[in-house]
């Protein structure tokens, strides 16, 4: 039976198709619970394209080899099946840089979304060729990665000393406070980016991201409590 799904066969491109669909749904989910810019429609849609480049290059493959044998060999035409899943990666690249986009906080975003869809369609392109067992070695990866790794990477980044900070406010006065706040809980500030808003400039907000080193006895909510506090500063976020 085994065989005969890694076979080019009827049952075995549907089944190629449904399993490419279900694999890059389940991770596209994730994103999608996230509101990332690619989701679930996505994920499905590209692994099931890629699985399918591959499908079409096994049936030309074997179309030249059986059918139109005495044409090839009069033409020269010759099929390279690496070169078809080179040009979906090539095209998946168009399409992950398509979602990475670099925020006002100096945050770039989209990075995860981007490398998820790749190795989502190199997951289509395996399963477009029959290697069932690389797919879904893959697919459990990349899934682990998605979702338990997140966890860890949030331990990791809040027990590290340092972070930028991205805050929202109003006047002057108040980044002084907060200057001040900081230098008596003994907080290295490194650097900071400050766009003020100007009274001809209603509509836009006053912003700064400060780049800091905690000390060893705060937490990084504590700082962002701390901070909070101050008058007319409306926004505090971690970048």
Not at 71 to 96: H, P
Not at 122 to 133: D, H, M, R, S, W
Not at 163 to 182: D, P, W
Request: charged letters at 20%; proline letters at 2%; a neutral charge.
């Amino acid at each position: 039976m085994w065989t005969y799904f890694t076979e080019l066969n009827l049952i075995s491109v549907l089944f190629r198709l449904f399993l490419s669909m279900m694999l890059a749904g389940l991770l596209g989910m994730e994103r999608s619970s996230r509101e990332k810019p690619a989701g679930f429609r996505t994920y499905m849609m590209v692994s099931i394209g890629a699985a399918l480049t591959m499908i079409l290059c096994q049936y030309e493959d074997r179309i030249i080899s059986t059918l139109w044998e005495d044409l090839a060999l009069e033409t020269g035409v010759k099929i390279d099946a690496a070169r078809f899943g080179a040009q979906v990666i090539n095209g998946i690249g168009f399409l992950g840089a398509g979602s990475i986009i670099v925020s006002k906080k100096n945050r770039i975003n989209g990075v995860d979304t981007a490398s998820a869809l790749w190795a989502s369609a190199t997951v289509g392109l395996a399963i477009g060729a029959g290697f069932y067992f690389g797919a879904l070695v893959c697919f459990a990866l990349i899934y682990v990665t998605m979702i338990p790794m997140r966890h860890l990477r949030n331990w990791i980044r809040e027990s590290t000393r340092n972070l930028n900070l991205y805050i929202e406010f109003q006047g002057v006065g108040c980044i002084r406070e907060m200057i001040r706040s900081l230098r008596r809980e003994e907080v290295e500030i490194f650097g900071m980016e400050i766009e003020h808003r100007k009274n001809d400039q209603p509509g836009r907000t006053s912003w700064a991201v400060f780049y800091l080193k905690l000390p060893n006895h705060m937490r990084h909510v504590d700082l962002i409590s701390l901070i909070s506090r101050i008058e007319d500063i409306y926004t505090v976020d971690e970048v």
